[in-house]
């Protein structure tokens, strides 16, 4: 069972920049940044595979980056140049594989609003 906790969420301006940090108990090969907001279903925003395998939603381009740190299990997602529309509660999801399944896991969830 892998444990999932995300930080860095918060309030900041138009413009602004945020690093969310997504710390697992275990390795988890690919790691996947999601954002949700009320009555919405959950998007995806950037994930990692590996070292540098990345990808990204077309919104983000440009904006938001996605790294790890293997050490201590923990992807990152810097945002920068932060739009209202970024608000939402941001969720990491690591896949795991064992024996050819796959397993999701999912965090808590960090909010972030980004004010004009």
């Known amino acids: 069972q892998l444990r999932l906790v995300e930080s860095g969420g918060g309030t900041v301006e138009v413009g602004g920049s945020l690093t969310l940090s997504c710390t697992a108990s275990?390795?988890?090969?690919?790691t996947n940044w999601y954002r949700q907001t009320p009555g919405n279903e959950r998007d995806f925003v950037a994930g990692?595979?590996?070292?540098?395998?990345?990808n990204y939603a077309d919104s983000v381009k440009g904006r938001f980056s996605i790294s790890r740190d293997d050490p201590t299990n923990t992807v990152y997602l810097q945002m920068n140049n932060l739009k209202p529309e970024d608000s939402a509660t941001y969720y990491c999801?690591?896949?795991?594989?064992?024996?050819?399944?796959?397993?999701?896991?999912w965090g808590q969830g960090t909010n972030v609003t980004v004010s004009s």
């Open positions: 999801k690591a896949v795991t594989s064992t024996g050819g399944l796959y397993k999701n896991y």
């Open positions: 275990g390795r988890a090969p690919a």
């Open positions: 990692i595979i590996g070292k540098s395998g990345t």
